[in-house]
């Protein structure tokens, strides 16, 4: 089983609508989740992190913790075709002198 | 944010060849990381670069085929040596979050062709 894995792509939504990435990982000790965005060419960048269990908004991405269930899920509100790009999740355990796992990454296409 | 440059940005290269790729970070840092993320694929790390001592290789990953540097707290250099077409790839340099939020930056990337 791998550490981290994420649903299977691509994922493609309509302009407007809600898209849903999931990710469950298999460390119960991890602490820290992280949500990438990597466009097509492009490095990974930061667009969420996440720590405890709940939700975290942030403009039209919501993060989802639920560390009991070991999910972490992001949410993205009015889909956009600029949102089209490969999402990756990433765990920590916040001790392994900063390593961070990161699953195979979503690709998500916004359809005009 | 630490901003990160690589050169080169990309390369294409003959089998046997080798390779040295640089990272320059405009903030004073304590730990590098070195990533491949082969086509399709998710990232992988290859090693850890501290200032002032050896590289931490990841499992599958040996000093001979990439040699890493790291003369000071803002550079390093990643070597991939007597390079094979399974080398073909996007080589990132990283850097974690010096507020100790446990997130990275990563650099544009260097991406290799090996003939």
């Known amino acids: 089983q791998k550490e981290v894995e994420q649903n299977s792509g691509p994922l493609s939504v309509p302009e407007g609508a809600i898209a849903s990435l999931n990710c469950t990982y298999s460390?119960?000790?991890?602490?820290?989740f992280f949500w990438y965005r990597q466009y097509s060419g492009k490095s990974p960048e930061l667009i969420m992190s996440?720590?405890?269990?709940g939700d975290k908004e942030d403009g039209r991405f919501t993060a989802q913790l639920n560390k009991a269930s070991q999910y972490v899920s992001l949410l993205i509100r009015d889909s956009q075709p600029s949102d089209s790009a490969t999402y990756l999740c990433?765990?920590?355990?916040?001790?392994?002198?900063?390593?961070?796992?990161f699953g195979d990454g979503t690709t998500l296409t916004v359809k005009p | 944010s630490a901003v990160i440059s690589q050169k080169p940005s990309r390369d294409i290269c003959q089998r046997g060849t080798s390779l040295t790729i640089q990272c320059q970070v405009d903030?004073?840092?304590?730990?590098m990381f070195w990533y491949r993320q082969q086509p399709g694929q998710s990232l992988t790390l290859i090693a850890t670069?501290?200032?002032?001592?050896?590289?931490?290789?990841e499992s599958g990953f040996v000093i001979d085929k990439f040699p890493i540097s790291r003369p000071n707290l803002t550079f390093s250099t990643l070597t991939v040596s007597n390079m094979s077409p399974e080398d073909s790839s996007i080589y990132l340099c990283?850097?974690?979050?010096?507020?100790?939020?446990?997130?990275?930056?990563f650099g544009p990337g260097t991406r290799l062709t090996v003939l």
């Open positions: 990433a765990v920590s355990d916040n001790t392994n002198a900063g390593k961070s796992t």
């Open positions: 990283s850097v974690e979050d010096e507020n100790g939020q446990g997130f990275w930056f």
């Open positions: 670069a501290n200032q002032g001592s050896e590289a931490t290789y």
């Open positions: 996440i720590y405890s269990n």
């Open positions: 903030s004073q840092v304590t730990m």
């Open positions: 460390d119960r000790v991890s602490q820290s």
